[in-house]
């Protein structure tokens, strides 16, 4: 479905959009609606975009304790009264807001009955009902701006925790390429951009039916960012990627896209201007408090973070209309009166400032939103580094009050600087875990593996040729002037140590039928999507339903449980009884070879020999047994 949006009020070829994400309206935190009526109704007012874009997770679906996942009503109507007075008070109508599901907005929806979304949203009251949707924004200049929503939610929604990843479809993504394909026969690309927007990181995102994937084809249509949320911020601030495909053809230039995860309203009241100037993305985000500290913004459209901002594909830098110029969208509830921007070179170690234009006002004397350009001399600023030169635009209103951007680097040659991650940033960005989750879970069965048969096979090698002992000897008495490495003593023991574990015939054969089970069989059984609903199982492949006729559904959602259970239970107490099978035989050892020795007629010295005795004061087994009692804990968790 796709919609037309006359945004006329604008600069040439200047568009500007709003994002939300992550509102988890909740019955037991009133205060996120009440934020978002107040706080963002100004905000929107202040900003007055084309569009706004709420993408997912609209309610919250928890309990008070968040232990139990499930849709409450009253949250629905909470969100569908607090949208309307946001629209009202902004004084933006309801047809510029685009809000899709998120995974919450799913938990425990096995069918129409308990779909609020279909109820309640701003997309229900505006009668779109397609997972598909499309806005195209019109600005002066004859610019067109396609932004293509999807809703790739599961089809029928489990309760978490296996409700985790976006689930599209064959036929969502043929629906995508339709109307993209069609965007693109009526506006020609050098006129054009496109940006898609959604609820989940392409990382936590799964394959259709036939392996297809949305990030492939968003690349070779040319978009240039997907908006997502999901994450919130609790593994980083600055959750993006760039996407990077061969180009069709003999064409040497790269299919690329950007991947902007915003953070959330819950917790931070974070929200995301985005603006695209002839067709470069550029965007600030902004986070709402209590100070209502956000009276001016200013958002830098050319040129662009160096780091992680996306030109227009079809930009060559030899456009004289506007790479030539400095320019900034700067929104204020109080009168701009100046800009300035300053250029700052970072060669020396440290910022000096090398150039200071004033700007002059071009669009919106009368308009809360106003835009500044400057010429400048861009050929000065070339140079291999993206990271060298960087820009601040720096406003004073008719207060005297003075604003920042923020600092940005800039290449005039088109250059990106390296995207550097932290570790937990590319563990939820740059691990693409839908593909992960097959890796790891039989990674983890080839481990339980080694660690049962190897040591089996070693033993009974041993046994049969009667040099078990001879062995065991040799590592228990083993010391530096013994001869050998310590490495070789090192594998020696954990050799041992396995060989221990696999000779207690019932323990063996009980870890073996157990790694069997979780490969062939059903793990549990229950009721995935809450009481008085279906009942299924949970194996490795998802969930299987038979009364709905469903078979691995969740999958690779069920790694939230498949995982931890494989990696934090199974094979740590697989390496547990092994540790204290040996350690029961060091110490039967160690009392046959020394305390057993002691006669009568030494008294009570010996008795305290044998008291003060480190391995018969069996410390390790009471070590082992607390590491027992943890992956107890962590099981019952």
């Known amino acids: 479905e796709e919609t037309e949006i006359d945004f006329s009020d604008a600069p040439d070829a200047v568009a500007w959009a709003v994002q939300i994400s992550d509102?988890?309206?909740?019955?037991?935190?009133?205060?996120?609606?009440?934020?978002?009526e107040i706080l963002a109704s100004r905000f929107l007012a202040l900003v007055r975009p084309a569009l706004v874009l709420v993408t997912g997770d609209l309610t919250d679906a928890k309990n008070r304790d968040l232990s139990v996942t499930r849709q409450d009503e009253a949250e629905w109507m909470q969100y569908q009264k607090t949208m309307k007075h946001v629209s009202k008070e902004s004084r933006l109508p309801q047809s510029v807001f685009f809000d899709l599901r998120g995974n919450h907005d799913r938990f425990g929806v096995p069918n129409r009955e308990l779909d609020f979304f279909s109820r309640y949203s701003i997309s229900a009251d505006m009668n779109r009902v397609d997972p598909v949707q499309a806005a195209t924004v019109t600005v002066p200049g004859g610019w067109k701006y396609l932004f293509l929503g999807f809703d790739d939610t599961m089809a029928i929604g489990l309760r978490g925790p296996t409700n985790l990843f976006g689930h599209p479809t064959d036929s969502m993504l043929g629906k995508m390429v339709s109307l993209l394909e069609g965007f693109e026969k009526k506006q020609a690309p050098s006129s054009s951009a496109k940006v898609a927007f959604g609820h989940f990181p392409m990382s936590f995102t799964a394959s259709s039916e036939?392996?297809?994937?949305?990030?492939?084809?968003?690349?070779?249509?040319?978009?240039?960012?997907?908006?997502?949320?999901?994450?919130?911020?609790k593994f980083g601030k600055q959750l993006y990627r760039?996407?990077?495909?061969?180009?069709?053809?003999?064409?040497?230039?790269?299919?690329?896209?950007?991947?902007?995860?915003?953070?959330?309203?819950?917790?931070?009241?974070?929200?995301?201007?985005?603006?695209?100037?002839?067709?470069?993305?550029?965007?600030?985000?902004?986070?709402?408090?209590?100070?209502?500290?956000?009276?001016?913004?200013?958002?830098?459209?050319?040129?662009?973070?160096?780091?992680?901002?996306?030109?227009?594909?079809?930009?060559?830098?030899?456009?004289?209309?506007?790479?030539?110029?400095?320019?900034?969208?700067?929104?204020?509830?109080?009168?701009?009166?100046?800009?300035?921007?300053?250029?700052?070179?970072?060669?020396?170690?440290?910022?000096?400032?090398?150039?200071?234009?004033?700007?002059?006002?071009?669009?919106?004397?009368?308009?809360?939103?106003?835009?500044?350009?400057?010429?400048?001399?861009?050929?000065?600023?070339?140079?291999?580094?993206?990271?060298?030169?960087?820009?601040?635009v720096l406003v004073?209103?008719?207060?005297?009050?003075?604003?920042?951007?923020?600092?940005?680097?800039?290449?005039?040659?088109?250059?990106?600087?390296?995207?550097?991650?932290?570790?937990?940033?590319?563990?939820?960005?740059?691990?693409?875990?839908?593909?992960?989750?097959?890796?790891?879970?039989?990674?983890s069965i080839g481990l339980l593996a080694a660690v049962l048969l190897l040591p089996r096979l070693a033993y009974v090698r041993l046994k049969q040729k009667k040099a078990y002992k001879n062995f065991v000897s040799s590592v228990l008495a083993w010391n530096t002037k013994s001869g050998g490495s310590y490495l070789e003593y090192a594998l020696k023991s954990v050799g041992w140590i396995f060989m221990e574990g696999s000779r207690n015939a019932g323990l063996w054969w009980g870890q073996l039928a157990?790694?069997?089970?979780?490969?062939?069989?059903?793990?549990?059984?229950?009721?995935?999507?809450?009481?008085?609903?279906?009942?299924?199982?949970?194996?490795?492949?998802?969930?299987?339903?038979?009364?709905?006729?469903?078979?691995?559904?969740?999958?690779?959602?069920?790694?939230?449980?498949?995982?931890?259970?494989?990696?934090?239970?199974?094979?740590?107490?697989?390496?547990?009884?092994a540790g204290l099978s040996a350690e029961r035989a060091a110490c039967e050892a160690h009392q046959a070879k020394h305390c057993g020795k002691t006669s009568k007629s030494e008294g009570s010295k010996a008795k305290v020999e044998k008291k003060r005795c480190v391995v018969c004061s069996r410390w390790r087994r009471k070590a082992l047994l607390a590491v027992c009692l943890l992956i107890g804990w962590l099981h019952w968790r």
């Open 242 to 392: 760039l996407h990077s495909y061969p180009g069709s053809g003999t064409s040497s230039r790269k299919n690329e896209f950007w991947e902007w995860e915003i953070g959330d309203w819950r917790g931070s009241r974070t929200v995301r201007v985005l603006s695209l100037d002839h067709g470069h993305t550029s965007f600030v985000d902004i986070r709402l408090d209590g100070t209502m500290n956000f009276t001016t913004i200013v958002l830098p459209t050319y040129p662009l973070d160096s780091r992680f901002m996306k030109r227009h594909p079809a930009y060559t830098g030899d456009d004289e209309d506007h790479g030539d110029r400095i320019r900034a969208l700067v929104f204020s509830e109080v009168p701009i009166t100046s800009a300035v921007a300053k250029v700052y070179d970072s060669k020396s170690g440290s910022l000096r400032l090398v150039d200071e234009l004033d700007m002059q006002l071009t669009w919106g004397p009368n308009n809360k939103a106003v835009f500044y350009e400057t010429r400048w001399r861009r050929n000065r600023y070339s140079d291999p580094s993206a990271l060298r030169y960087w820009l601040e």
């Open 396 to 443: 004073t209103d008719s207060s005297g009050r003075k604003t920042a951007s923020e600092l940005r680097p800039f290449s005039v040659d088109g250059k990106v600087a390296e995207l550097k991650w932290g570790f937990s940033e590319f563990l939820v960005m740059g691990v693409q875990w839908g593909d992960a989750y097959l890796l790891l879970f039989w990674l």
């Open 514 to 577: 157990l790694v069997t089970w979780l490969v062939f069989l059903p793990w549990f059984w229950g009721y995935p999507f809450g009481d008085g609903h279906a009942a299924g199982y949970l194996s490795r492949t998802g969930w299987h339903i038979q009364e709905l006729g469903k078979s691995g559904l969740a999958s690779p959602d069920v790694l939230v449980i498949v995982l931890p259970f494989l990696y934090m239970v199974v094979l740590p107490l697989s390496v547990v009884i």
């Open 23 to 36: 509102l988890h309206v909740s019955v037991f935190h009133p205060n996120r609606a009440e934020d978002l």
């Open 210 to 233: 036939s392996g297809r994937r949305p990030e492939e084809i968003l690349a070779r249509h040319g978009i240039s960012a997907y908006l997502c949320g999901h994450l919130h911020t």
